[in-house]
T-cell receptor, first 111, second 113 residues
């Protein structure tokens, strides 16, 4: 399977702290995307980083991509209880016409 | 109000019955997808369609069937051949297949007893 792996599987922090999630993947990619899923709901796209980019920001989100290590990280700064959700990375592998989703990191932010 | 809709939100069926899950989008997207989500498994691709009247199998297509007769609609039928159909089913669409962000519907939770 080409499925990527998120790490950790679960993360529990206090409001105001930063949350870092990592994603490792298997082969060369065109881009990598991060999605968020609230419990029992559909996924929402957060950010896309292309293979020739190293870092990207969107509000309190910071994504990095290291193609030499085949890994990406998602940092959520100053987390809020509303950030509680599962976060998935999805890779656009070269030669494939679909995204491959990882198993996700479940983030719990306590007030 | 553009988006992607799935119905129903909850569906209950007896074992041995086929069931069809609805997915509609008004985003004018060419590509549509069906995923299955089980606890701890992430999303697994069942079928996808890059254009009307064309679709391809994903990683776990056995026991499922789809059609794409209209650009807006991509229904999924869970057949009695699917060994373990109880799951959360997500439909998504994107402008084109592959590298673009996907927009997801709210999902249908199917329970088969």
């Amino acid at each position: 399977s080409q499925q990527g792996e998120e790490d950790p599987q679960a993360l529990s922090i206090q409001e105001g702290e930063n949350a870092t999630m990592n994603c490792s993947y298997k082969t060369s990619i065109n881009n990598l995307q991060w999605y968020r899923q609230n419990s029992g709901r559909g996924l929402v796209h957060l950010i896309l980083i292309r293979s020739n980019e190293r870092e990207k920001h969107s509000g309190r989100l910071r994504v990095t991509l290291d193609t030499s290590k085949k890994s990406s990280s998602l940092l959520i700064t100053a987390s809020r209880a509303a950030d509680t959700a599962s976060y998935f990375c999805a890779t656009d592998y070269s030669g494939y016409s679909t995204l491959t989703f990882g198993k996700g990191t479940m983030l719990l932010v306590s007030p | 109000d553009g988006g992607i809709t799935q119905s129903p939100k909850y569906l209950f069926r007896k074992e041995g019955q086929n069931v069809t899950l609805s997915c509609e989008q008004n985003l004018n997207h060419d590509a549509m997808y069906w995923y299955r989500q089980d606890p701890g498994q992430g999303l697994r691709l069942i079928y996808y369609s890059q254009i009307v009247n064309d679709f391809q199998k994903g990683d776990i297509a056995e026991g499922y069937s789809v059609s794409r007769e209209k650009k807006e609609s991509f229904p999924l039928t869970v057949t009695s051949a699917q060994k373990n159909p109880t799951a959360f089913y997500l439909c998504a669409s994107s402008i084109l297949a592959g590298t673009y962000e996907q927009y997801f519907g709210p999902g249908t939770r199917l329970t088969v007893t």
